[in-house]
């Protein structure tokens, strides 16, 4: 019984994590590009303690466009180096997948 109960307080935790983070967007962002209908926004968040920063991908020709976690971080600095890398990944337009790592999910690129 003492497992489900704190299941459940982790799960409460958690959500008030992420309603914490909304809202605040401007203060937790690190980088956003938004061109072409497509977006990379790397932010930090508090869902993922071991890894408090996140990129997330919204791009046309994979799943419908919606957001996609394509990479964690341990730091500030990883972050803003991983956020431009992904910006020169997304205008060169050279990839025919994206994974999401938080699911392992691999999204293949739309014909």
């Known amino acids: ?41 790397t932010v930090e968040v508090t869902d993922y303690p071991e890894s408090p920063y996140e990129t997330a991908i919204s791009h046309p ?17 990883q972050a803003e180096t991983g956020h431009k890398n992904w910006v020169k990944e997304v205008e060169n337009d050279n990839f025919s997948q994206l994974i999401d790592v938080n699911t392992d999910e691999v999204f293949m690129r739309n014909k």
Request: positive net charge; charged residues 25%; aromatic residues 10%.
């Open 1 to 41: 019984m003492d497992k489900k109960i704190d299941a459940a307080m982790n799960q409460i935790f958690n959500i008030l994590k992420i309603t914490n983070m909304s809202g605040n967007y401007n203060e937790r962002k690190i980088g956003r590009y938004e061109e072409n209908g497509i977006t990379v926004s």
């Open 61 to 77: 020709k994979f799943d419908n466009n919606y957001l996609i976690i394509v990479a964690r971080y341990t730091n500030r600095n």
